[in-house]
């Protein structure tokens, strides 16, 4: 009998076991109502639940009303909030998904275009449309990019209500049914700006020095820690690198792994860039596929923290390969499942581990095992 592929070895972190090492990344869908997620979320995140996937990941979640990227983004802030998340939560649970969410504050970003309004800072159009601008915070009052709302710098009264928000929310969270929390800390959003020496210039104990500017990260994440239960895990996603020499560096990313495993962080989720110009993600070079794969790899050596690896993997042998060589723990499949959903599913199948639609969903698995049985239309070489 041939080996288990690595990608389909089950993980366990604390309380939980994943059913393989694949994990849906966070994508910003930008449709919620006033934070609040509807039908389409519950498609859009159940689809990759019975497509196969370990982990399934809630987008960005705002912890405040003006934490959200853009007026279509969702939150934790209000009660009110629960129930859609719950059904999301509870369907992945049912179809064998662990469901994980992004609790995040959009920063100096927030209060931007949805995409396809054309990715920018809210215009007389989009007032005309009914989505009103706010102001935007940030460490210092520095522009996310020229012609960008100048953010409110946060004194430390705002930054203890932000503590108490990421507390508030994770606890909604935990009440949908999530077993896994995410703290975004990264893509230039408002805890990667704490970080970054580009648009922290603070002069108090949140900025300054590398452990000034790490400050409002391991708060945060540390209160986050108190209320997530002990059986459950929490993750933090990082921009590992700024991408310019005076920017946040992988060194910077390894020391606040370090930190972050001693507060009780389970798996460091190693993205990157973000922090300047454009106000959309970027990346400090052109992409290439498993571009980000040695921030993982580097903070899962150094700091002997298990990672999760995102970024151009697009193919089941690439990730089988990121496993096999201890690079990262965990592989996150992003747009390449908005392609295909059921990523895992072919993936199985790609690796030889399901020729026989065994770990399908039974609703379709057996109708495509009697198809097989009688055609070679998906005959395994």
């Not at 199985?348 to 009688?374: C, I, M, N, V, Y």
């Amino acid at each position: 009998m041939a080996p288990t592929p690595h990608l389909f070895q089950p993980l366990t972190l604390r309380g939980i076991t994943t059913r393989n090492r694949v994990v849906i990344s966070p994508m910003c869908q930008y449709s919620a109502h006033e934070g609040h997620m509807d039908d389409w979320h519950l498609v859009h995140l159940g689809r990759f639940a019975t497509g196969g996937a370990g982990i399934v990941f809630t987008e960005a979640t705002a912890v405040q009303k003006s934490g959200r990227i853009t007026h279509g983004c969702p939150g934790l802030w209000n009660d009110s909030q629960i129930a859609g998340h719950a059904r999301v939560a509870q369907f992945a649970l049912r179809n064998g998904a662990i469901p994980a969410i992004q609790l995040a504050h959009a920063g100096r970003k927030s209060g931007m275009q949805r995409p396809w309004f054309g990715n920018g800072p809210l215009n007389e159009d989009d007032t005309a449309r009914g989505d009103m601008p706010w102001a935007p915070v940030g460490p210092s009052a520095i522009r996310v990019a020229e012609g960008w709302p100048m953010p409110h710098a946060l004194t430390r009264e705002d930054i203890a209500m932000l503590i108490a928000d990421f507390v508030s929310a994770a606890e909604r969270a935990l009440a949908a049914g999530y077993k896994i929390a995410e703290v975004h800390g990264a893509h230039g959003y408002l805890i990667h700006s704490f970080l970054s020496p580009l648009s922290n210039k603070r002069t108090d104990e949140y900025g300054g020095d590398l452990a000034g500017r790490m400050r409002l990260a391991l708060e945060v994440t540390h209160a986050v820690r108190a209320v997530w239960p002990d059986d459950l895990p929490l993750f933090f996603r990082t921009s590992a690198v700024d991408g310019t020499p005076e920017g946040w560096s992988l060194d910077d990313t390894v020391v606040l792994a370090s930190a972050l495993k001693r507060i009780g962080v389970d798996v460091m989720d190693c993205s990157s860039s973000g922090i300047a110009g454009s106000a959309t993600t970027g990346a400090p070079s052109k992409r290439q596929p498993s571009f980000q794969v040695p921030y993982a790899e580097r903070v899962r050596k150094e700091a002997q923290m298990t990672t999760m690896a995102v970024g151009l993997i697009t193919h089941a042998q690439q990730a089988e390969d990121i496993l096999a060589e201890s690079r990262a723990d965990l592989i996150a499949i992003g747009r390449e499942a908005l392609v295909n959903p059921m990523w895992a599913l072919h993936a199985a199948r790609d690796l030889g581990h399901d020729t026989t639609f065994e770990t399908w969903p039974e609703q379709s698995g057996w109708w495509l095992a009697s198809r097989q049985k009688t055609s070679d239309f998906y005959t395994p070489d």
